[in-house]
């Protein structure tokens, strides 16, 4: 019998830290790992395989709880939320992905009704179950979204781009506030007319336009992760690492990172944010990097 992939574990730390960019905060981890197997996955620098899952659901929405009304200093409205404080239950796996193995409508009803709490999530699936619960707008789910011709060889056993495009307004009349995480944007030739093709599909499936706004991050890539892809054939690999328009940048949590050398991104942000402008100018650019 091959050992289980997830193991169930007591979360011993409940660490939550900042973040500014996709929530106000992090929170503790719900789960940790992932069961893809993404090219440009950080975690897998981590935790190479498996997921370990947190039996102590109640001690993880204690802490946010305590951390909510006694230790969160953040000014409302910003860009993360209007009104309540954000945050990031899955900043160390796909949470949608792994539903099943959480106590999710135990999470979801903590958040739909904290007074000042609510989460956010980002994913590459559609949660099909989630659409049976009614978050009242205290859950956001971040699709993620990137051309389908490099998803299908980064993103393998992931949901169709074009399928997470048209699953945003029903999660939107299912009571979700919906995002859109273009994550990581990947640097190749012709990317711009892939991206230019991108930008017309939500133009044409997405009817609520006034709520959905955007997060943008460029590729970060990692040496171990490099290595790693290498070592085990993970697909991909010549889109990520690309020494050319590249350069190291050393990490406090991730080692030796790799990112696009600065004055090229400054260039690869302008042209992403005159192109997103130009198709799809209802559709707010939150933050980009």
């Given at each position: 019998?091959?050992?289980?992939?997830?193991?169930?574990?007591?979360?011993?730390?409940?660490?939550?830290?900042?973040?500014?960019?996709?929530?106000?905060?992090i929170s503790p981890s719900f789960g940790f790992?992932?069961?893809?197997?993404?090219?440009?996955?950080?975690?897998?620098?981590?935790?190479?395989?498996?997921?370990?899952?947190?039996?102590?659901?109640?001690?993880?929405?204690?802490?946010?709880?305590?951390?909510?009304?006694?230790?969160?200093?953040?000014?409302?409205?910003?860009?993360?939320?209007?009104?309540?404080?954000?945050?990031?239950?899955?900043?160390?796996?796909?949470?949608?992905?792994?539903?099943?193995?959480?106590?999710?409508?135990?999470?979801?009803?903590?958040?739909?009704?904290?007074?000042?709490?609510?989460?956010?999530?980002?994913?590459?699936?559609?949660?099909?179950?989630?659409?049976?619960?009614?978050?009242?707008?205290?859950?956001?789910?971040?699709?993620?979204?990137?051309?389908?011709?490099?998803?299908?060889?980064?993103?393998?056993?992931?949901?169709?781009?074009?399928?997470?495009?048209?699953?945003?307004?029903?999660?939107?009349?299912?009571?979700?506030?919906?995002?859109?995480?273009?994550?990581?944007?990947?640097?190749?030739?012709?990317?711009?007319?892939?991206?230019?093709?991108?930008?017309?599909?939500?133009?044409?499936?997405?009817?609520?336009?006034?709520?959905?706004?955007?997060?943008?991050?460029?590729?970060?890539?990692?040496?171990?992760?490099?290595?790693?892809?290498?070592?085990?054939?993970?697909?991909?690999?010549?889109?990520?690492?690309?020494?050319?328009?590249?350069?190291?940048?050393?990490?406090?949590?991730?080692?030796?990172?790799?990112?696009?050398?600065?004055?090229?991104?400054?260039?690869?942000?302008?042209?992403?944010?005159?192109?997103?402008?130009?198709?799809?100018?209802?559709?707010?650019?939150?933050?980009?990097?």
């Amino acid at each position: 019998m091959k050992p289980s992939l997830v193991e169930k574990v007591s979360r011993k730390t409940f660490k939550i830290r900042e973040s500014g960019r996709s929530s106000d905060y992090i929170s503790p981890s719900f789960g940790f790992g992932c069961l893809l197997e993404c090219g440009y996955c950080y975690m897998k620098r981590h935790k190479p395989k498996g997921l370990s899952v947190a039996k102590n659901t109640g001690d993880i929405l204690t802490e946010i709880n305590n951390h909510a009304f006694f230790y969160a200093d953040v000014p409302k409205p910003n860009q993360t939320d209007e009104h309540f404080i954000t945050y990031d239950i899955a900043c160390n796996e796909d949470f949608a992905l792994h539903a099943k193995y959480h106590d999710w409508q135990r999470i979801f009803e903590f958040f739909r009704t904290h007074p000042i709490a609510k989460a956010t999530l980002a994913t590459k699936i559609i949660p099909i179950d989630f659409l049976e619960y009614n978050p009242e707008g205290k859950v956001r789910i971040r699709f993620s979204l990137m051309p389908q011709k490099i998803s299908s060889i980064l993103e393998p056993n992931t949901s169709l781009i074009i399928d997470r495009i048209k699953a945003i307004d029903a999660f939107i009349e299912a009571g979700y506030d919906v995002h859109v995480n273009f994550s990581p944007v990947v640097v190749y030739p012709g990317y711009l007319e892939d991206y230019a093709e991108l930008f017309e599909m939500l133009e044409h499936y997405v009817d609520y336009k006034d709520q959905v706004k955007a997060e943008v991050i460029f590729l970060t890539h990692n040496k171990s992760k490099h290595i790693y892809n290498l070592i085990n054939n993970v697909p991909g690999e010549d889109l990520l690492w690309t020494p050319n328009n590249q350069e190291t940048k050393n990490s406090q949590y991730g080692g030796e990172n790799i990112r696009y050398q600065l004055a090229l991104k400054a260039k690869y942000i302008q042209d992403f944010k005159t192109l997103h402008d130009s198709i799809i100018p209802w559709n707010t650019i939150r933050y980009i990097f």
